[in-house]
Nanobody
Framework: QVQLVESGGGLVQAGGSLRLSCGAS????????LNWYRQTPGKREWVAVS??????NYADSVKGRFTISRDNAKNTVYLQMNNLKPEDTAVYLC?????????WGKGTLVTVSS
């Protein structure tokens, strides 16, 4: 079982930055992929992935602005978000497919004002 807790959301002006954190209840080296998604009314969008092998990938909508990283010692995955836009407003969710299960955190709200 994996418990995920997100933090770091808030209200920011367009062009600003935020860093989201997702703490895991087990060593993240054992979790092959850690994802960030974002949820708006009626839509859940994949944002970024970090693999235990060190690879990362991003949705086109955030490429060049967002960076995903892992701190294995803290069992935490981060999402650094720069040059935020109003369309980035969403609840950001951490996701960990692990074994037969797909684990989700409860999310952290990011609001970007124009």
């Amino acid at each position: 079982q994996v418990q995920l807790v997100e933090s770091g959301g808030g209200l920011v002006q367009a062009g600003g930055s935020l860093r989201l954190s997702c703490g895991a209840s087990r060593t993240i080296n054992s979790i092959p992929t850690l994802n960030w998604y974002r949820q708006t009314p009626g839509k859940r969008e994949w944002v970024a992935v970090s693999t235990s092998g060190g690879s990362t990938n991003y949705a086109d909508s955030v490429k060049g602005r967002f960076t995903i990283s892992r701190d294995n010692a803290k069992n935490t995955v981060y999402l650094q978000m720069n040059n935020l836009k109003p369309e980035d407003t969403a609840v950001y969710l951490c996701n960990a497919p692990f074994g037969p299960m797909n684990y989700w955190g409860k999310g952290t709200l990011v609001t970007v004002s124009s």
